[in-house]
């Protein structure tokens, strides 16, 4: 009993002696225990942050437009982004089905699917919102939406689309293209702000361009009426 009572009253300077050893072999370096990570590191990984230029308007009347094309693109960009995450699913699924027959009927059921989720909203959009939403899937999809379509349906029915869409002044053929068009590189700003205040959920394009290209472009080129 004796023996234990002196392995208890040691064990206190075996503790010190073990953390003495241990410290002398140590390099003099801090590691970091994130939390559901069990492996010390010594650095955090950040996501990259874009350096955004501040906003400047010549009058009142270019931040209104500014500000509703904001408002506007916010709206319908979560529902481009589903589309290109709903396609990237078929695209996958179908990858893995080797049968003509099971490709239809998955195909079918994720038209009846997408339909479902944007009907009833798009029937709420403003023209001018149809096109933006246009402009966004080509950015998401890297494919306009008359050939999402076609290829989802049929040419005739992309057709037709298409030429609904028109007698609103939409067309599906648009493409997302803001190395020449104003509001396009205006919706790409909009789109990066908020990606980095958090509000939207970032997909980046599948269109190759390079933003700050974009902004040394359109800061020095004259602005229309």
């Known amino acids: 009993m004796k023996f234990f009572n002196y392995i208890f009253l040691l064990f206190p300077w075996l503790l010190i002696a073990q953390i003495d050893e241990v410290a002398q072999d140590s390099i003099d370096q801090k590691y970091l225990i994130i939390k559901g990570d069990s492996i010390p590191r010594t650095s955090i990984d950040l996501e990259p942050v874009m350096i955004l230029h501040r906003l400047k308007f010549k009058n009142r009347e270019e931040r209104i437009r500014y500000l509703i094309l904001r408002r506007k693109t916010l709206k319908v960009y ?124 970032r997909q980046e394009s599948v269109i190759p361009f390079d933003f700050y290209s974009l902004v040394d472009k359109w800061r020095h080129e004259p602005k229309k009426p």
Do not use: C
């Not at 609904?164 to 205006?186: C, G, Q, V």
């Open 78 to 201: 979560p529902y481009a982004k589903m589309a290109a995450d709903r396609l990237d699913s078929l695209t996958k699924h179908l990858a893995t089905l080797t049968k003509n027959r099971d490709k239809r009927r998955y195909t079918k059921k994720i038209q009846k699917y997408i339909e479902g989720e944007f009907s009833a909203e798009l029937k709420k959009m403003s023209r001018t919102e149809g096109q933006i939403l246009v402009k966004l899937i080509h950015r998401q999809t890297g494919r306009t939406a008359f050939d999402l379509v076609k290829e989802l349906r049929n040419g005739w029915r992309a057709f037709w689309y298409n030429t609904t869409a028109s007698m609103f002044d939409i067309s599906l053929k648009r493409e997302f293209d803001p190395e020449n068009e104003m509001e396009d590189y205006l919706i790409e700003d909009i789109l990066q702000r908020n990606f980095q205040s958090g509000r939207l959920e």
